[in-house]
């Protein structure tokens, strides 16, 4: 049976990993800078197999509204140009036969709000996993005191310090959120 530290180890690394993807999730969201990030979704028809963009070419900003796709082998430059095109981020890369150029248009006002809202629900899942991870450690904290492998006490000890990390990981999402919302909101 599981002890209350490992029952603490175990709801910290799932917390971490739910910020982890907290915050790749937030770095997909398209805040009208230019990120290789941005990219990391796509799926290229490449040696009969579909393999990720970042796996084919080198994907570097030479400023905040362009993207360059420099292919590591010349000859899937056109598959890659259609692998974008599909894509469902609505852009629209430039071929000079060697390299792709994209331009990452700045999004308005009404779709920066928009952004934010995304944001801010991207945010708000993560502090419900969370929230979720936090019940399930107090939860088996629960069993383990029916147990009585620990006692009352150790129980509310136990359940504090869940709480408080809990408390940390949410702030880390919150910050996440914001550094996001200053991002959109900059250009």
Known sequence: MPTIDDVYLEADERMEKTVSNTQEELAHLRAGRANPALLDRVMVEAYETKTPLNQLANISTPDASNLVVNPYDPHILKSIERGILQSDLGLTPINDGRILRINIPQPT???????????GRIAEDGKVA?????????????????????????????NDEIDK???TYIEQIDDLFKQKAGEIEEF
Do not use: C, F, H, M
């Open 109 to 119: 006002d009404e779709r920066r709000k928009e952004l934010v809202k995304i944001a």
């Open 165 to 167: 990390l809990t408390e």
């Open 130 to 158: 969370l929230r979720n991870i936090r019940r399930d450690a107090i939860d088996k904290n629960k069993k383990l005191e029916k147990a009585k492998e620990i006692g009352e006490d150790d129980l509310r000890r136990a």
